[in-house]
């Protein structure tokens, strides 16, 4: 977990090819209310395109994007 | 002139839903992985989501567990020849006497790729609405009997997927 951000639900997306990272990521959104943070890890270097892309098309935010080796973590806020 | 122009395009762009149409008129393994993942991937989006299944796409509906009589000769030769069910697609390039589609398919496990019939209950779940061709199933003589069970089939025919097309933002031929 990052230090400056309250995460609430975190999701281990790792060694999942397209679609699932966006997939998962649309499902399981919705299990934190509107204004959580949820932290995903995704090792789908399309990911990087991808999750930027669905949360501009479904509403939500990333407030940022770590990467460390091979995986990428997003931190995104849901919106709607 | 260019004022009609203008008002075609207000016709046209006005009443567009956040939706996209497929057709899925191929019954390769590989499209149909395309127009799944398209299909999965819009739904993601929040994009209300139609697979309209015609010609080759239509064998890709068949239940493999389905058996239904009465069919007449053609319609008995169509039925063996073609696939029953997405578990039995083969690739368009490669497929080398079915090696390379086993070979395609133990690869797409390897790297957790979804199987064709992964991908068909995660459209269901994701509401992604499916529609058949009622004509295609006709010429290949299938009958709704042995279709799949999917929780939001229709059968139809043109004017039912262009009624979604026209509103639609997004249309694919796949």
Known sequence: MSADMKV??????????????VVKVSKGIK?????????????????????????????????????????????????? | MKEKEGKAMEKHSAGQENKLVEIVFSGDLDK???????????????????????????????????????????????????????????????????MGTAMMKSLMKKKNVASLEDMLALAAEMDVRIFICEMSMDLMGFKREEMIDYPNLTFCGVAKMLEEAQNSKVQFFI
């Not at chain 1, 932290?39 to 395109?49: R, Y």
């Not at chain 2, 309209?52 to 053609?74: E, Y």
């Open chain 2, 32 to 98: 149909a992985l395309a127009a799944f993942v398209i299909a999965t991937g819009a739904a993601a989006m929040g994009m209300d989501v139609v697979m309209f299944f015609t010609f080759w796409g239509t064998p890709l509906l068949r239940d493999k567990k389905k058996k239904v009589g009465g069919k007449d000769l053609m319609g008995k030769m169509f039925g063996a020849m073609l696939p029953k069910g997405v578990s039995k697609l083969k690739l368009s390039k490669m497929n080398m006497g079915g």
């Open chain 1, 31 to 80: 299990d934190v209310e509107v204004g959580q943070v949820i932290e995903a890890h995704t090792t789908d270097p399309g990911s990087l395109a991808d999750f930027p892309a669905w949360a501009r098309t479904s509403g939500n935010e990333i407030l940022k994007t770590d990467q460390t080796g091979d995986v990428i973590k997003f931190y995104i806020k849901r919106k709607v």
């Open chain 1, 8 to 21: 609430d639900k975190v999701m281990d997306l790792k060694g999942m090819p397209c679609p699932m990272p």
